[in-house]
């Protein structure tokens, strides 16, 4: 006999983009080098926040001229990771290697070992913000790869091959960009008679720092850091200056460019299998981007991750997997199942489903994980058919030409609420 699973409804809420982001204590990871520890960024960072009234807690691992090979696989990094469920993790490579080719940096080149790292980051929470750290150019560029690579003769040549290559760091791994060395570039052509490095023109002195922090400060929080009581000693004024172009950077026209809202667009995705053991059932909760979970399970709540649950005799049940989500979305999945208690030690996946974009303009994609064929259903909020047609792993409906407002899109059986705006 074969366990029969009807999945009954799925329902899903939508997220609203919020400017200003505020934890009763906010935790951040610094991962770098020198160029992060240099006049203790991520103490400066905090004491900004403190001085706004927000509350950091941090911890940072920043041995001098690492990179991101090194702390790939490094026990204290990974250990730093794993000891908290962050809220921010922000990386910063070594100086020189983003703005050089692959055929220059060879296995020192940051792509994968950047992916290695979002990947334990995530794995240990997977609703972690990682900001990638973009870091200058050397005052008068870099002479010793001069040669090899002309963009970095200059400051400016080599701070844009920096700014492209942490744009893509982001792009690639579902993460934002912290813009310090705009910033800076701001600064040096707004008022080049201000000074940011230290005598090896590469570190940066305490006004590179302050600004750096400013920076932070606005990528984390998404509010321009000016008003923060804290100044590190600077002149007010000169604080006030740096202040108000971290948040001209940060905030203004490219703020999409240094997508620090990409958080916002990833819901929650309530999921889940299931193993039967006679009567008992072991649940494997299969969900992302979730902070915490709830079971409802034949009428019993659950709140831990796989919970085990003995039912009564054979016979069909209800399940409810509500998910909350990173950004305070929430997600519920329901699912009826129907077994007889001498069949046991079977597992049961659910073919996930995915609709997207959701909210949509025009085209909504339908991508499945198995490839079965289906069936589609276009519904109105009333139920009323608009049309049907079958896919195997995904489809692509065109919601153009219909009106503003909430659909429901039935794949064999499975429900899903889509807004066309």
Partial sequence: ?????????????????????????????????????ANNLPLLVSEIAAGKGEEITYDSYTPGGYHWRLHKDNATTIGKIDSENW???????????????????????????????????????????????????????????????????????????????????????????????????????????????????????????????????????????LGTTYTASLDADLAEYFQTVAATVVLGEEFDVWRIDTYDEVDAIANFDYYIDDLTVNFENLSEHATSWEWNIDGTIYIEENPSHTFPSSGIYEVILTVYGCNGDVQEMTASIAFASDLSNEKHSLARVELYPNPTVSNLTIQTSDNQQKEIILMDKHGKILFKHFMKESSTIDLSNYENGIYLITVSGVHYRVLKQ
């Fill in 1 to 37: 006999m074969k366990r029969q699973l009807n999945l009954i409804l799925f329902t899903f809420s939508f997220v609203i983009f919020v400017c200003h982001l505020s934890y009763a204590q906010t935790k951040v990871l610094f991962i770098g080098n020198s160029y992060t520890g």
């Fill in 87 to 225: 809220d921010f993790v922000v990386l910063q490579q070594q100086s020189q290697i983003p703005s050089l080719p692959e055929e220059i940096t060879g296995e020192d080149h940051s792509n994968p070992h950047a992916t290695a790292i979002c990947d334990t980051i995530r794995s240990n929470f997977d609703c972690t913000y990682i900001i990638f750290f973009m870091t200058w150019g050397r005052k008068n560029g870099d002479d010793y790869y001069c040669d090899f690579h002309p963009p970095v003769c200059t400051y400016d040549g080599m701070q844009t091959e920096l700014r492209n290559a942490y744009v893509n760091f982001a792009i690639e791994n579902d993460a934002s960009v912290s813009p310090v060395g705009e910033a800076w570039r701001y600064v040096i052509n707004d008022s080049p008679e201000i000074e940011f490095y230290t005598g090896d023109e590469s570190h940066p002195n305490i006004n590179g720092s302050y600004l750096a922090a400013c920076v932070m400060y606005a990528t984390i929080y998404r509010e321009s850091p």
